[in-house]
């Protein structure tokens, strides 16, 4: 099965598809800006992300930006993917732990609205007193 991330294209077929010469796809690989996977006889094998990517530095070259300024952008671009996944491990773990911890604090309202911390497993008790509420006279 291919996905996204699947080298598979060489780069006569990445260029095509990003719309660049061969040459283009070379130099932004020597320049870090795009790196695809290289095979056993170095040959320079593209994925679709690939190819989304050089089309993204076609953009932003197109807007005006240098190649190193487009580079330090897909850095900073990548760097924010990487801590938005770590940030939801990180949620995720903390919820694990959450929930798996034994007598973990449990709150519940108080008689007055107030939050109250009750131990797992106990119930509040619950007042039966009826309030009758009356707007005050002015």
């Known amino acids: 099965m291919i996905d996204e991330r699947s080298p598979v294209l060489p780069i006569q077929a990445a260029a095509d598809l990003a719309g660049m010469h061969p040459q283009t796809l070379r130099q932004y690989d020597r320049l870090g800006l795009v790196s ?14 690939d190819v989304e990517r050089l089309r993204e530095v076609a953009r932003l ?12 952008i897909l850095d900073l671009e990548n760097q924010v993917l990487a801590l938005a996944q770590r940030v939801r491990e990180l949620e995720s773990a903390l919820a694990d732990e959450v929930r798996n911890r034994p007598g973990r604090r449990v709150f519940a309202a108080g008689a ?3 939050v109250v911390t009750v131990r797992s497993g106990t119930r509040v008790k619950r007042a039966n007193a009826v309030v ?5 006279a002015q």
């Open 112 to 114: 007055e609205g107030e």
């Open 36 to 49: 695809p996977t290289r095979t056993a006889g170095q040959s320079r094998r593209y994925s679709l992300r």
């Open 61 to 72: 070259s197109g807007e005006g930006l240098n190649l190193e300024g487009i580079r330090r």
């Open 132 to 136: 009758l509420w009356s707007p005050r």
